[in-house]
């Protein structure tokens, strides 16, 4: 599922901003990009998004600036110190041609250290930090709850279509029997007409009632619609739900395959086909939801 959210704070000596975004996942995967400084806290930050997401691409970005400009680069007296009191001991034995400028000792290792971003009291941003993932994740989950609200309603609505066309299918089984019936009478009676053989009704109840429990689709049409009445408790009741979803609407495609297998009727075909076409999209959907 889709959303967004983002908080920032600011006060006068850093400025922080916090987006949050998700995409439509199957799993849950979490990409942070972060400012070097908090990359120690990385897991800390993006504990929030893993409890209270499930499904979804979650993508947290943060923004660190500090608006106190502070030095990058501090002078190390106590190495600068041992260098000098070593070069004094040099310019002793070498009089005045071992004189050397303090000022190039600043190029020796150790004298300039640059200093880190972590010595910048970044530990004291780490709390307000959180605060404002928990700000941002609040409105990504707000969004997308209301996306959920609107995919739930087309899913009942396809829901409510299958049902539809089951109770199509329920009424023409019978039909399709009794008119196989008439066309199989007929049909060996042309056969039979210019022979001594007549068709005996028995015979013909035998070949019927063959074709009807080959073509019977009750159970499938019973199981369908279990997994429909699963489905929408599923959907209603909240919660991460998607992957069960998923797995209902697969065993929906079952029944509907296995009843396009036995109908050899044009109409019924059509409604099946029509059927699965609105699984389809409830399939869908449900890779959708969380």
Same mark, same amino acid.
């Given at each position: ?40 806290? !990385? ?24 608006? =106190? ?5 501090? =002078? ?49 941003? =780490?709390? @307000?930090?959180?605060?404002? @993932?928990?700000?941002?994740?609040? !409105? ?5 709850? !209301?996306?959920?609200? &609107? ?45 001594? @053989? ?50 209902? @609407? ?5 029944? &509907? ?20 076409? &609105? ?12």
């Amino acid at each position: 599922m889709t959303g967004y959210g983002s908080a920032e704070y600011k006060d006068d000596k850093v400025s922080l901003h916090v987006e949050v975004r998700s995409i439509n996942n199957r799993f849950l995967k979490i990409t942070s990009r972060l400012p070097e400084a908090f990359i120690a806290y !990385q897991e800390q930050l993006e504990r929030p998004l893993k409890e209270r997401v499930s499904r979804g691409s979650v993508h947290l970005d943060v923004e660190y600036r500090p608006l =106190v400009e502070a030095p990058e680069y501090h =002078v190390n007296l106590e190495t600068l110190k041992g260098y000098y009191r070593s070069l004094e001991k040099l310019r002793e034995e070498l009089g005045p041609e071992g004189d050397v400028p303090i000022a190039s000792l600043f190029s020796l290792p150790g004298i300039c250290e640059r200093i880190k971003t972590q010595e910048r009291g970044v530990e004291e941003q =780490v709390p @307000v930090l959180e605060g404002l @993932v928990t700000t941002a994740l609040n !409105q990504l989950l707000e969004m997308r709850t !209301q996306e959920g609200g &609107a995919l739930e309603k087309d899913i009942m609505r396809h829901k409510m279509e299958i049902e539809g066309l089951l109770v199509g299918l329920e009424r023409k089984a019978p039909e399709v029997v009794s008119h196989y019936r008439d066309r199989l009478r007929k049909r060996v009676s042309l056969l039979l007409q210019e022979t001594n @053989v007549e068709l005996s009704d028995s015979d013909l109840a035998r070949e019927v009632a063959f074709f009807a429990e080959r073509s019977d689709i009750t159970e499938e049409l019973a199981r369908l619609r279990s997994h429909l009445q699963q489905m929408e408790d599923t959907v209603r009741e909240g919660g991460p739900v998607g992957r069960r979803l998923e797995f209902i @609407v697969q065993e929906m495609f079952r029944e &509907a395959n296995t009843m396009g297998s036995k109908v050899c009727d044009g109409d019924m075909l059509k409604d099946i086909i029509d059927i699965k076409l &609105a699984i389809e999209r409830i399939k869908e959907q449900s890779f959708n939801v969380e």
